[in-house]
T-cell receptor, first 112, second 116 residues
């Protein structure tokens, strides 16, 4: 079965640079979530989209923005990167017929 | 406010032993969902089980079983006859509201090591 796809899988950036993470949900899933997992920590909810509209917002810094496109894929844009942004970023998707978030493999971002 | 507590930070068991992972949650919602996810060393988050607040029936799925008790706000997860491949961090998570797919609040995780 198709799973959630995230790209890139690994990303290395310098401080103050920008980064864009992409998420392709499971086919026919209309809701996308973004989570940030710092080293040794639990995943923290950042933001979610339902039918291309922002549906909920968590602890997402103002330097970050995200959107969901007409094909339901989503992008997380991160600007003015800081060392503390180094983390594993997960995308998850959900469809109308399920109550479970299925996660992608994550993007490991390292800020130097 | 919602909260998920996994008091066990790390557990080590010898292969073939049974192991139970504890989870206690707090929520003001009467409708909510509880989940267990597994994060192996490779890093991905793998869905294991889901239970909604209206269904306290405990079930067994292969080597996995769970014990959901609303009276004590607990959602414990048991692995029977543990295997080395079960070594991972296990997260308990809570989703509030009638749609189980609302954003998840995770516990801090329990690192399980299964010793051959």
């Amino acid at each position: 079965a198709a799973g959630v796809i995230q790209s890139p899988r690994h990303l290395i950036k310098e401080k103050r640079e920008t980064a864009t993470l992409k998420c392709y949900p499971i086919p026919r899933h209309d809701t996308v979530y973004w989570y940030q997992q710092g080293p040794g920590q639990d995943p923290q909810f950042l933001i979610s989209f339902y039918e291309k509209m922002q549906s909920d917002k968590g602890s997402i810094p103002d330097r970050f923005s995200a959107q969901q496109f007409s094909d339901y894929h989503s992008e997380l844009n991160m600007s003015s990167l800081e060392l503390g942004d180094s983390a594993l970023y997960f995308c998850a998707s959900v469809g109308d017929s399920t109550d479970t978030q299925y996660f992608g493999p994550g993007t490991r971002l390292t800020v130097l | 406010a919602q909260k998920v507590t996994q008091a066990q930070t790390e557990i080590s068991v010898v292969e073939k032993e049974d192991v139970t992972l504890d989870c206690v949650y707090e929520t003001r919602d009467t409708t909510y969902y509880l989940f267990w996810y597994k994060q192996p060393p490779s890093g991905e988050l793998v869905f294991l089980i889901r239970r909604n607040s209206f269904d306290e029936q405990n079930e067994i799925s292969g080597r996995y079983s769970w014990n959901f008790q609303k009276s004590t706000s607990s959602f414990n997860f048991t692995i029977t006859a543990s295997q080395v491949v079960d070594s991972a961090v296990y997260f308990c998570a809570l989703s509030e509201g009638s749609r189980g797919a609302n954003n998840l609040f995770f516990g801090t995780g329990t690192r399980l090591t299964v010793i051959p």
